[in-house]
């Protein structure tokens, strides 16, 4: 009988939302920052460009959490052996040292820390077949490295309602912002094991934009067609920066200057596939490492909710990672032994919010196995562009998207 491994992922953030928050696992105090964990945080972002090269081909707005992703398949590459796990971490640019493959779980403890003035919120879980021989050695990296609780689940006897719990499980993580993650039939009576991941992030701007002056502006469409949009105004204090072939950005901060929002907008309209052509990790670190210093702008930029889902399977494949999903090759007998059973869904899920007061996003991804003068300068935001939110001090990418049309 054929097996299976699935990933669920699932992000959210709420970025200046006024919905309450909540907090999915929390530690009293951080694990200190090491070197291992700043060679992840750029495994991540290297990942994060990769990943949305493939995903750029989709139509429309655009929201995923590389973070998200690349702690799922670490979590997965943690019982990968032989050329799956090789694969696996080229993929995702990490070291082959056990140890150096572990700061991945030490990177979601850390951003798992509460902080004051936004909430970062991370949590793990594995859902195994009950009476499988999984490895004990295994699950006790899982819990005590990523902090995934072990949950038997009957995949044999009861797929749909087992989807279900997971689907709650869900849910009630991101505060009801992700349901469904995983549809009918992703889950089928010879599913192995499920891998969930999921993050949240809540924050409010440094400078709140004002809502009493939100309006209605034009937004100009990559097919000159001008559509209105609700158009949000504030001066704040913003890191800017101009490059060469046009691109223009604004890094636009969260409370307490840890988190921030870079956005990055080409100097036309139809100006965006070309960006998203060009933009590779070196070019994107040297943008943002000229974005040190802030002065007062007048920033205006459209409010903006969508939600995006991807099965990235195809897109995982495209960048290396065959083995691992690939009948009777597949090698993960690290989970358990002789289990040689392929990954065959990871599906990823993400919801963002911008509005006056900040952002909210929020993420899962779920891996199956068998399965003016005197005035300040302004940035006004009134074409295609992309965004990200990111961790200022250690660099780490944790949510990354495009909005072709708010």
């Known amino acids: 009988m054929r097996r299976r491994i ?56 655009l929201f995923f959490s590389p973070y998200s992703v690349h702690t799922a398949l670490s979590m997965t590459a943690v019982g990968a052996r032989g050329t799956t796990r090789e694969q696996m971490l080229k993929v995702l640019h990490m070291p082959t040292d056990e140890n150096k493959l572990l700061a991945a779980g030490d990177l979601g403890r850390f951003y798992a820390t509460p902080r004051r003035g936004y909430e970062l919120s991370v949590a793990n879980a594995l859902w195994g077949q009950r009476g499988d021989p999984w490895r004990s050695e295994f699950l006790e990296i899982q819990k005590t490295r990523f902090g995934a609780g072990f949950q038997e689940a009957d995949f044999a006897g009861n797929p749909d309602g087992e989807r279900q719990r997971i689907n709650r499980w869900v849910e009630e993580r991101t505060h009801d912002r992700i349901k469904d993650l995983l549809s009918p039939g ?92 060009t933009l590779t990790p070196e070019k994107l670190a040297g943008w943002l490492g000229g974005l040190k210093d802030r002065a007062e702008l007048e920033v205006s930029m459209p409010r903006f909710k969508f939600e995006s889902q991807f099965q990235l399977s195809k897109h995982l494949q495209a960048l290396g990672m065959t083995d691992a999903f690939a009948m009777n090759i597949a090698d993960f007998t690290g989970m358990a032994s002789e289990f040689k059973e392929p990954i065959t869904a990871v599906a990823h899920k993400a919801f963002v919010e911008v509005n006056e007061e900040g952002t909210e996003a929020a993420a899962a991804t779920a891996v199956a196995v068998g399965v003016k003068s ?33």
């Open 6 to 61: 699935v990933l669920a992922l699932f992000v959210v953030s709420l970025l200046g939302s006024s919905a309450g928050w909540f907090i999915w696992r929390t530690h009293a105090a951080p694990p200190p920052w090491t070197d291992d964990m700043q060679a992840v945080a750029y495994a991540n972002n290297h990942f994060a460009l990769d990943l949305y090269a493939q995903l750029r081909e989709e139509k429309g707005n």
């Open 186 to 277: 992703q889950i089928a009576r010879d599913t192995r094991m499920v891998l969930t991941n999921a993050i949240f992030y809540k924050g409010r701007w440094a400078t709140e934009f004002d809502s009493a002056k939100t309006a209605d502006a034009p937004f100009h469409l990559a097919d000159e067609t001008i559509v209105k949009v609700p158009m949000m105004h504030t001066n704040a204090k913003c890191g800017l920066g101009y490059e060469p072939d046009g691109t223009t950005m604004v890094e636009l901060p969260y409370r307490t200057g840890e988190v921030s929002m870079v956005v990055m907008m080409p100097r036309f309209p139809d100006g965006l596939p070309a960006l998203e052509r």
């Open 374 to 406: 005197g005035h300040p300068p302004g940035f006004y935001v009134n074409h295609p562009f992309l965004f990200l939110i990111r961790d200022v001090k250690r660099g780490t990418i944790l949510f990354m998207g495009r909005v072709e049309k708010p």
